[in-house]
Nanobody
């Protein structure tokens, strides 16, 4: 069983930055593909970014490319999402997810473990 705990959310003005962290329990973190997803109020949860086990492969949804960066530190069992140039449309609950396969994936159904989420609010 893997437990994921997100942190780093909060209220920020448009154009600002936040860094989300996701701490994972368990000794097999370094073999897992990881992802970040988000759900805005009244909308379905959507893919944001994903990273493979080594950090060598990353994918992003188009609307965050060039602004968000996903990274991981396997020694600390932690994955990060650096968010720059934030926009009001980025307002959502952000979820961290882990999959027992080592590769990256944008498919929600391919993830086995989910965190409880952290709220990000971007004011205009």
């Amino acid at each position: 069983q893997v437990q994921l705990v997100e942190s780093g959310g909060g209220l920020v003005q448009a154009g600002g930055s936040l860094r989300l962290s996701c701490a994972a329990s368990g000794r097999t973190f370094s073999s897992y593909g990881m992802g970040w997803f988000r759900q805005a109020r009244g909308k379905e949860r959507e893919f944001v970014a994903t990273i493979n086990w080594s950090g060598g492969t990353t994918w992003y949804r188009d609307s965050v490319k060039g602004r968000f960066t996903i990274s991981r530190d396997n020694a600390k069992n932690t994955v990060y999402l650096q968010m720059n140039s934030l926009k009001p449309d980025d307002t959502a609950v952000y979820y961290c997810a882990a999959r027992t396969q080592p590769d990256a994936s944008s498919l929600q159904g391919s993830y086995d473990y989910w965190g409880r989420g952290t709220q990000v609010t971007v004011s205009s």
